[in-house]
């Protein structure tokens, strides 16, 4: 699996503003429509279901939130690094400002999983981080993060 499998360019937001956790969320689910065809409100609804389960602020200031929806047809990711953090709620308590949201068929069963720790792992990175950190533009954002992960394939 490749980056460029789940993430277009389209689906790559630098300086996303959003004051809540919810807020997020409901950016990051119009964003997700936009790319997938899917309702919004179904985007939304799926995550804030899997939030209710337990955070996705997984620490350092990351996020992966997730959800299967049963139309999708593969498996989809956005990637926004924030404007300005917000709570999230995470692991560490610490605020979030870079986010990876993972999106998959009902079907998708191991596939969901192997990109889950796949994402997981490339954001662990710290060199990537500070460099997407220090990035302001969309398309270099999108750069850094095809061309980091290709060591960090599952």
Partial sequence: MELAELLSL??????LKAG???QLLQELSQR??????????????VLLERERLGTTGVGNGIAIPHGKLAELERLHGLFA??????DF???DDEPVDLVFLLLAPESAGADHLKA????SRLLRDKTVCEKL???DEDD??????????APHAA
């Fill in 116 to 119: 889950l720790a796949w994402v």
């Fill in 81 to 86: 690094k924030l404007e300005r953090p917000v």
């Fill in 89 to 91: 709620d995470a692991v």
């Fill in 133 to 135: 950190r220090g990035s």
């Fill in 32 to 45: 997700a429509a936009e790319v997938t065809g899917l309702s919004e409100r179904a985007i939304f609804d």
């Fill in 20 to 22: 809540s956790k919810k």
């Fill in 140 to 149: 270099a954002l999108f750069a850094l993060l095809t061309d980091s992960a």
């Fill in 10 to 15: 389209g689906g790559v937001v630098a300086n």
